[in-house]
């Protein structure tokens, strides 16, 4: 598995938000650091592609992830800065909702299996909007894992165990 930025621009207007980035990701764990403004949620969003870079292309395996559509999107788990979930609705709901739109098998099964994993068993019937902020990022987690996307593989490898 691999992952390869090529020449990576983006352009919001006049702002240079990433300037030529290149950068080959294979299979393990890599931290992206850098200074508030640096380019690392533009670069995330582009990885996700919610956003066409200005310039270059992401390829996963050798093919513009832009061109793999759905078929990337079904192998990635991303879980952005700000994730929207709505306020109202419980850590058990958000997920059924997910489970949904990412098109889970047996999603039931799934769903425990992942609360247990990230501890919110016990407070999955209370509403997001009410959790603290360690459990809305383990919510979070919970969510970006529900596909078992390749890309958290280490996490899914502690799921089966
Ligand atoms: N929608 C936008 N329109 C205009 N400029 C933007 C937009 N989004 C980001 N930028 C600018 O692009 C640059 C990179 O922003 P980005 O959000 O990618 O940084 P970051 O590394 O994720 O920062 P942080 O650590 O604060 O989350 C910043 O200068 C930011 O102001
Ligand atoms: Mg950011």
Redesign the pocket.
């Known amino acids: 598995m691999e992952l390869k930025y090529e020449n990576i621009t983006?352009n919001?207007?006049r702002?240079?938000?990433?300037d030529n980035f290149n950068a080959t990701l294979n299979e393990g764990i890599y931290a992206?650091l850098?200074?508030?403004?640096?380019?690392?949620?533009?670069?995330?969003?582009i990885t996700a592609t919610l956003l066409k870079p200005t310039a270059g292309s992401v390829l996963f395996d050798g093919t513009d992830i832009f061109k793999l559509g759905g078929e990337y999107r079904n192998i990635l788990g991303y879980l952005p800065?700000d994730p929207g979930f709505y306020p109202t609705f419980s850590g058990l709901q958000i997920m059924k909702y997910f489970a949904e739109l990412k098109n889970v098998n047996s999603p039931q099964n799934r769903i425990d299996q992942l609360l247990e994993f990230v501890n919110l068993k016990d407070d999955c019937n209370r509403k997001y909007k009410e959790y603290s902020g360690g459990m809305k990022r383990r919510l979070g987690i919970a969510v970006s894992l529900l596909n078992d996307p390749k890309i958290l593989r280490q996490y899914r490898t502690k799921l089966v165990d």
Not at 15 to 18: G, M
């Open positions: 983006k919001y207007r702002k240079i938000a990433l992206l850098g200074p508030n403004g640096a380019g690392k949620s533009t670069l995330m969003n800065q």
